[in-house]
C-alpha cells in the first residue's frame, strides 16, 4: 500500500514562493497519476493541480494557473508543487494523493490514497 508524505508548507507574506513535496513511502506511486488538493477552513476539499504518471499530461485549477507548477520527480518517486506569487487566498492545508488510474484526476472520488496534509499560511 502506498503512504504519501507531504512536506514544505509553511507561513509566507504574499508574492513570496513556497515549493511542496509528497514521498511515496511504503509501496511505488510511480503508475498512478497524482494530484495536489487543498483544504480551507470551513470550505470543501478542492482541486488544485495534476499530473499523469509520467509526467506527460498536466491540469491546473483556473486559480493557480500561471503561478503553480506540479511536477514529478521519477527516480525519487516524489511530486512537488511549485507556487509562487502567493495569495492570501491560497491559505489552506495542501494534502497529495495518488489516483487510481494513471491518467490526470481532476475529482477527488478519484484518488486511492492520500497524504496526512501540510499547512500553508500566507498573510497579505
Known amino acids: 500500500q502506498v503512504q504519501l508524505v507531504e512536506s514544505g508548507g509553511g507561513s509566507v507574506e504574499a508574492g513570496e514562493s513556497l515549493r511542496l513535496s509528497c514521498a511515496s513511502i511504503g509501496g511505488s506511486s510511480s503508475a498512478y497519476g497524482m494530484g495536489w488538493f487543498r483544504q480551507a477552513p470551513g470550505k470543501e476539499r478542492e482541486f488544485v493541480a495534476a499530473?499523469?504518471?509520467?509526467?506527460?499530461?498536466?491540469a491546473y485549477a483556473d486559480g493557480v494557473k500561471g503561478r503553480f507548477t506540479i511536477s514529478r520527480d521519477g527516480p525519487e518517486d516524489t511530486l512537488h508543487l511549485q507556487m509562487n506569487n502567493l495569495k492570501s487566498d491560497d491559505t489552506a492545508v495542501y494534502y497529495c494523493?495518488?489516483?487510481?488510474?494513471?491518467?490526470?484526476?481532476?475529482?477527488?472520488?478519484?484518488?486511492?490514497?492520500w497524504g496526512q496534509g501540510t499547512q500553508v499560511t500566507v498573510a497579505s
Open positions: 494523493g495518488a489516483c487510481r488510474s494513471w491518467d490526470v484526476c481532476l475529482s477527488s472520488v478519484d484518488y486511492l490514497y
Open positions: 499530473i499523469e504518471w509520467n509526467g506527460g499530461s498536466t
